[in-house]
């Protein structure tokens, strides 16, 4: 529908703080939308609560991800897209909040003009309201003439609720990758830059991002499964980046963030025989990494070490770390 914004978003026991979001989505001055809630598998009273807003707002769909999708927010946000009706998506987390202007100020700027693929906006972190420590995030980037470089190593990041997407350009594209616990956003968010949008980025802030929350995934960011997820967004950026020309620094960045996500994958698996398969499936990808420019070939001997002795000892940190190629110019977003 021409106008129509679909604003998904995945919860997971979320009830007590749910209705903060959707009353701020109620309370929006463009109301053009269709609000699309996924339920990842809640077992408070999210159902009575879901139930309650969409019998009194037929602007809200209550869904429950289908048992054939796996668990998780990438898959809720990915079937959220697939029934969606909009022209424009807005993909949203559970424990966020809307400024009233957050949908109206966007979708302006797409209607104006109609080139552009997404127009996003800034947003600010709170932890007890948004009337009282609310901060703005600001990337250091936010005009990019190389998004790539600028995303990987200036400061250019995006906030899942920040972009507001025209439709047409995420059609027939792989979205929320729903194999990954950690830097999926990360993720999504490089391969669109990869295809080399056009964007503009406001400087309003219109959303609040809540501070202090778990995730959907509980726990996540120690596990082998979450650390595994980072080093497969970096594989997916290097194979971005090896059929582009002139990304030597580039790919040794990346280099750079592999071998020590290599060591720590290890570090996560205490017996051998779990090394050992982590060796057949990981360590030819860190021989590619080494490989790819001239600078990194010289490293070889040593990353072959690295390799045999973790492999076998679980030791060798300085034979994966190389900060001489850490040319990020702020601290990682990604």
Not at 34 to 52: K, M, R
Not at 91 to 115: A, G, N, V
Not at 155 to 179: H, I, M, Q, S, V
Request: hydrophobic share 35%.
């Amino acid at each position: 529908m021409k106008g129509l914004i679909s604003i998904i978003i995945p919860t997971f026991n979320r009830a007590q703080i749910l209705p903060e979001t959707l009353d701020s989505i109620l309370s929006q001055s463009y109301e053009m939308w269709e609000c699309i809630v996924v339920d990842d598998g809640s077992t408070d009273n999210t159902d009575d609560l879901l139930n309650t807003y969409a019998k009194s707002d037929s602007r809200f769909q209550y869904i429950k991800r289908p048992k054939d999708k796996p668990k998780g927010a990438n898959a809720c946000r990915n079937y959220g897209f697939e029934i969606s009706k909009g022209d424009f998506i807005n993909w949203f987390d559970s424990d966020d909040i809307m400024h009233p202007e957050f949908l109206q100020t966007r979708i302006s700027k797409l209607i104006e003009e109609d080139s552009l693929d997404f127009c996003a906006c800034l947003g600010r972190k709170f932890v007890k309201g948004i009337e009282v420590d609310a901060l703005t995030i600001k990337p250091h980037v936010l005009i990019s003439n190389n998004y790539l470089e600028d995303y990987l190593l200036n400061g250019l990041f995006f906030y899942t609720p920040a972009p507001l997407w025209r439709k047409r350009f995420l059609l027939g594209k792989e979205l929320f990758d729903e194999t990954m616990q950690r830097a999926q956003e990360s993720d999504f968010h490089f391969r669109m830059l990869s295809l080399n949008p056009n964007y503009l980025y406001l400087e309003d802030a219109l959303f609040y991002v809540r501070v202090g929350q778990e995730s959907i995934t509980k726990g996540a960011d120690k596990s082998f499964l979450a650390q595994n997820s980072v080093f497969k967004y970096f594989n997916t950026v290097f194979n971005v980046l090896k059929n582009k020309k002139d990304e030597n620094r580039l790919m040794e960045y990346v280099f750079y963030r592999q071998a020590v996500n290599y060591y720590n994958l290890n570090l996560l698996k205490p017996n051998f025989f779990e090394r050992l398969k982590l060796f057949f499936s990981h360590s030819h990808y860190l021989v590619g990494y080494t490989l790819s420019t001239k600078k990194l070939k010289n490293h070889i001997v040593k990353i072959i070490l690295g390799i045999g002795l973790i492999l076998f000892f679980k030791k060798g940190y300085d034979l994966f770390y190389y900060p001489q190629y850490n040319y990020r110019t702020t601290p990682s977003a990604n």
